[in-house]
């Protein structure tokens, strides 16, 4: 299979991007939270690493009922984190680095205590009433993704909500123009204020047929992935058509929670009728380290996504699943990892902390925040081995058990650590091979993927080799070059001699 993906102007097709979970990325007033003024201060880590864009979870005012995601006032900043004057501050100071911000905004659902909910559970006759969705009964069998009913009663109105996600989480109505036309407000709020895109959470859950059951699946997942409806589409367009009104190419970046890649490539739009610039791909998340499933999510990636002529963006973590050294079981399957990430066709998507190794935290009942538990992948950055590892005031999560070797300081010591495997390779990215090749699987043996990568005129072309079994033997042919290893070992002829969870990026010298 041979993939040339199209290409443009657009700045998100040739950056890697930083997730930062900023309660858990550094402190600047040492009270044991990360904030704005931290991030500022640390920035220089990312830019260092290469990358050009940063994604950071939500910022805004929330009581925190899900870590954000619960969105008070979608035009400020939550105290926790600082304020607009500190927010400008690091937008200046992240583009004077040349990076990228990408905010992330939550349009499916609003915190109760949003002014707007206050004002639509005070009375049925409420302004504001029909910004959220209202039933006398629950109007179809919708759960969260807790499993509990997805429709809450309301004593003071006698009514009840709907929320995909808490009570706390009340879901906007966006067959209401006005609803749209907030939202709409709210990304040129911050559009104007220099912000580069956004990251759109559940973005597919927008649209809504209330009169529509669930499947018997859905018990076990809640509602949101079986959430996919046409008037959807429309509504995104309007969004995109207001990213498109102002210059430099404001990103639109989509969770849409499905599964079948199909449906999730249908959120691009069409290059005439754009919708998502990119959408991430929960399969490869949800993956099994194993060289035969990631290679069939990749195929079905590419099968679906060609023909829109859509872009693929690739995450193998985020704040909402394990650590890919908890999940895949070393840190060398994590450096295999990273080399997959940053060879693949598409634009790479990297949580903050898995460029130094970590490992989820064991986190007690008694310091537990998230509703279903997530927290061990949220813990904090641990920036040296130092007793309080970069973190003066404390932390409001537990350090992994490991923070006092497996730390920033640490791996910049360490020519051979996980950190500079990933600079050296999102400075090969810069390669015409790897930024805009074609994709090609090459013949090898079954626990190996291996793909070459090469410019349509052939004048660069890398091979990459990732042995995810035990010790193997693949010559590829004479004349190939090491450039980047997950040993560390770069500049030799490669022997066709593979270690147990181990890979290659190869070169052919011209």
Known sequence: ?????????????????????????????ADGVGDLAGLTQRLEHISDMGVEAVWVSPIFPSPMKDG????????????????????????????????????????????SEHPWFQDARSSRDSAFRDWFVWRDQPANNWTTFTGDPAWTLDERTGQYYLHTFLPEQPDLNWANPDVVAAIGDVLRFWFDRGVDGFRLDVIHCIGKRIDAADPPEAANWGHCPFNDVDETHELIRGLHKIADSYPGGRALVGEVFLFDLQRVATYYGTPDVPELDMVFNFPMIYSPWSAADLRARIDATMSALTPRQAWPAWALGNHDNPRQRTRYGSLDAARCAAVLLLTLPGTPFLYGGEEIGMSDAEVPPSRRVDPIGRDGCRAPIPWDGSSDHG???GTWLPMPADAEVVNVAEALATPTSILHLYRTLIRLRRRPALREGSFEWVDSPENVLAYRRQTE??????????NI?????FPPGAGWRVCASTSGVVGDLFTGRLSAQSAVVLERPR
């Open 1 to 29: 299979m041979i993939i040339h993906p199209s290409r443009s102007n657009s700045w998100w097709k040739d950056a890697v991007f930083y997730q930062v979970y900023p309660r858990s990325f550094a402190d600047g007033n």
């Open 68 to 111: 954000g995601y619960d969105v008070s006032d979608y035009c400020n900043i939550d105290p926790m984190y600082g304020d607009l004057a500190t927010f400008d501050r690091f937008l200046e100071r992240a583009h004077a680095l040349g990076l990228r911000v990408l905010l992330d905004l939550v349009p499916n659902h609003c915190s």
């Open 391 to 393: 973190w003066p005031g």
């Open 457 to 466: 005129d052939e004048a660069d072309e890398c091979m990459v080799v990732i």
């Open 469 to 473: 079994g035990p010790e193997v033997s």
